[in-house]
């Protein structure tokens, strides 16, 4: 302590880990262990599972990763005979045959404590019961004259955890978290982490992780409750920092009296943030020296070159322009007005010759078949080729471009706009694509690389959406209005809704049906597709896992229906599912 036990200082080390280098994040957890000992700091204190990475998913099951992550914890241990903070850090922990999510504290050169996850989530992108053993019910830890409790994550989501601590004398809540973004989920942390205090009358300190995996954004966005549960202190969201904060214990037990208190990015803004986020660091945690992506003139593909250039610089991103006999003058002109505003290369390769070069090929199996979808699909397979193959000669990531509405409709080509390494806008639906555009002309993220002021040009926000593979087409030509569609979408995909609950927001039944049916039949292409940031309660992937072969289809009928009626119900189900 730097006084007595009536006051101390605790660092939060917001930080963003990359899954497996545990070198490589136990060297970042030294560097911030010494600059909270330069701030005066008695303690402190990252994330869940900080040492390997969070989620760590299988890799836990491999005893030479466990044995990697308990080194680097006895290391860090070994660090703190020094005098300088206690260390309070998380990693997987193997005791008796049995792997647990661990937080370890660790003070005057060695491993004082280990507390175990009570709670493991196994809910929507969580799967935690796959790999992790339950941890009892935890007692507080006495740290240099501190009683503190160290629930991690969804412990704190229950009651019992939290009283279990608040009956056995903790006096502070030391939250370890690694809990990813969605939309509005700063809001429901919160909300939870209120009616915990609120119980207990203890103050939390909830720190959270930062950065991209995979298909999840940690947002970081940590705070400090004090007991009557006003709001303490407040963390940036989006970005890494090591925060001190000063406590002061009182006649109402402790208080934390001095702490940053940061304005954090909601709503649409924090979207956009994740998704910048969410694929820079795809981008660098791979080791990729760019990204090259399609820029077609549409709506799609200007929102992600522009998110490409925030996350990454407008030098390590390479647009190309890849026309066809239907590519309006329009789209080549707001390509590379959209082009020009980002500073990015632009290039123009005419995908012609390899459309004509496939159609001469195919020529003698089409012979004496009309002209369709399968001949427009050959120009979106040679976009993807040409693309694939720039990325295999220079080594930059392809970036996919389908927003979420064209995924739950299968309105894209698979090997062929779908073709590609990441999606940042996989989880935005067409309507939210269009927001998140019109946004991002009138306000840029803190720390995003790209220009100022309108980066995607006006013409592409109102012209009509259409892919451009044949003469006069509109995305409307085969889908509902985007405002109709995405609402159907949104009911069935996020809240699971009946066909007729959908119908009775307003909805005409046959267009919910054919959404419905375009949504399961499309199951076999996203199965294929490029992960995407989450950004919604329910992405494509983690949270929602679909059969790839499937003949339910909802009629309508009420939960009552005599069997006799469920029986026509079915053939009616069975004889749409091959209605290809």
């Known amino acids: 302590m730097t006084t007595s036990i009536d006051r101390f200082r605790l660092a939060l080390a917001q930080l963003n880990p990359i899954m497996g280098d545990i070198a490589a994040n136990l060297a970042k957890a030294r560097k911030a262990r010494a600059e909270a000992a330069a701030m005066g700091a008695d303690v402190v204190m990252f994330t869940e599972l900080y040492l390997a990475g969070y989620p760590a998913e299988d890799l836990v099951l491999r005893p030479a990763f466990l044995d990697a992550c308990r080194r680097a914890c006895e290391e860090l241990a070994r660090d703190t005979a020094d005098g300088g903070p206690a260390v309070l850090v998380g990693l997987p922990w193997n005791e008796d045959g049995k792997v647990y999510n661990a937080y370890a504290v660790l003070d005057a050169g060695s491993i004082a ?6 709670d493991l989530p196994n809910y929507g992108v969580f799967d935690e019961k796959r790999v992790f053993t339950p941890g009892p019910l935890p007692g507080p830890v006495n740290l240099r004259g501190l009683r503190l409790g160290l629930p991690i994550c969804e412990d704190i989501w229950g009651e019992e955890v939290v009283e279990c601590l608040a009956e056995t004398g903790s006096e502070i809540l030391l939250v370890p978290n690694g ?25 939390m300190a909830y720190l959270n992780q930062v950065g ?15 007991g009557d549960a006003s709001l303490a202190g407040q963390l940036r969201a989006f970005s890494e920092t090591v925060a001190l904060t000063e406590w002061r214990r009182g006649e109402q037990g402790w208080r934390c009296v001095a702490a940053p208190r940061e304005v954090v990015e909601e709503g649409e803004r924090a979207d956009y943030a994740a998704c910048v986020l969410g694929l820079r660091d795809y981008v660098e945690k791979n080791g990729f020296p760019g990204v090259v992506l399609g820029l077609s003139g549409g709506i799609d593909s200007a929102l992600c070159a522009a998110m490409a250039v925030d996350a990454l610089g407008s030098e390590r991103v390479h647009c190309v322009m890849l ?5 309006s003058s329009e789209s080549l002109d707001d390509a590379a007005a959209c082009a020009r505003a980002l500073k990015v290369r632009y290039d123009i390769l005419p995908i012609a010759p390899a459309v004509e070069g496939l159609e001469r090929a195919l020529a003698p199996l089409f012979a004496g078949t009309p002209r369709g979808v399968t001949e427009e699909n050959l120009q979106s397979r040679a976009r993807g080729t040409m693309l694939m193959s720039i990325s295999n000669k220079f080594g930059s990531m392809v970036v996919t471009t389908g927003n979420k509405s064209e995924m739950s409709t299968g309105y ?6 779908m073709n590609g390494g990441f999606n940042p806008i996989k989880d935005l639906y067409k309507t939210e694509v269009y927001r998140l555009s019109a946004l991002r002309n009138g306000w840029k993220p803190p720390g995003a690389l790209g220009p100022h002021g309108e980066v995607i ?9 259409t892919a451009e593979l044949r003469e006069g087409q509109k995305d409307q030509d085969s889908l509902p209005p985007y405002e109709v569609l995405d609402d159907i979408l949104k009911g069935l995909v ?11 927001r307003g909805h005409d039944e046959a267009t919910v049906k054919k959404v419905e049916r375009m949504l399961y039949l499309a199951e076999y292409k996203r199965r294929q597709s490029a992960p995407g940031v989450k950004v919604t309660r329910r992405n494509f992937g983690r949270d929602r896992r679909y ?10 009928a009420p939960a009552h229906m005599p069997e006799a009626g469920m029986d026509r119900a079915r053939g009616a189900a069975r004889a749409d599912a091959i209605d290809f």
Do not use: C
């Not at 404590?113 to 009570?118: D, G, I, L, S």
């Not at 040009?457 to 959406?465: C, D, G, Q, S, T």
């Not at 059969?547 to 009629?555: A, K, L």
């Open 113 to 118: 404590a280990v507390r175990f996850k009570v």
């Open 547 to 556: 059969p790839i072969v499937n003949r339910f289809r909802d009629t309508g």
């Open 212 to 226: 991209g995996q995979d298909e999840l954004v940690f947002d970081g966005a940590s705070f400090i409750l004090n």
């Open 457 to 465: 040009p006006a013409n592409i926000l109102v012209k009509a959406p």
């Open 179 to 203: 809990s990813p973004y969605w939309h509005d989920k700063m809001l429901e942390r919160t909300n939870i982490a209120v009616a915990r205090v609120t119980e207990t009358g203890l103050p």
């Open 412 to 417: 894209a080509t698979l090997y062929g706009d």
């Open 323 to 327: 026309p066809y006999r239907y590519t």
């Open 494 to 504: 996020e809240d699971e809704l009946r066909v007729a609950e959908i119908v009775a």
